[in-house]
């Protein structure tokens, strides 16, 4: 059966650095896209980053573009979030999900920070920036 589960959240102060864990177990990466989304009270799960292949594609949201970096190792089934600079906007429970990748998939390239094309999650991590 098909599990993420996602680690290393937590409070910061604004300025400050985190590292999410999105651990597989069940699959394996290769072959899926991963997606970091995060959703904060009372407004909608967004798209953070994803990376789409092993050979690198990712993309990033405009708001956290610069800050945040998604990172993948296929050898140990997990996607990082790396978070500098955090904000208290980036205060939200952060999820990690992911998609089966399928040549010419139409929505992975034109829409991967969609959150309702990704087919698994995780059960999320909270996140929260504040002095």
């Known amino acids: 059966q098909l599990h993420l589960v996602e680690s290393g959240g937590g409070l910061v102060q604004p300025g400050g650095s985190l590292r999410l864990s999105c651990a597989a177990s069940g699959f394996t990466l290769d072959g899926y896209a991963i997606g970091w989304f995060r959703q904060a009270p009372g407004k909608e799960r967004e798209g953070v980053a994803c990376v789409v292949s092993s050979y690198g594609i990712k993309n990033y949201a405009d708001s956290v573009k610069g800050r945040f970096t998604i990172s993948r190792d296929d050898a140990k089934n997990t996607v990082y979030l790396q978070m500098n600079s955090l904000k208290p906007e980036d205060t939200a429970v952060y999820y990690c999900?992911?998609?089966?990748?399928?040549?010419?998939?139409?929505?992975?390239?034109?829409?991967?920070?969609?959150?309702?094309?990704?087919?698994?999650w995780g059960q999320g991590t909270q996140v929260t920036v504040s002095s």
């Open positions: 999900a992911a998609k089966h990748r399928i040549p010419g998939d139409y929505d992975l390239a034109t829409r991967n920070l969609a959150p309702e094309i990704y087919d698994y």
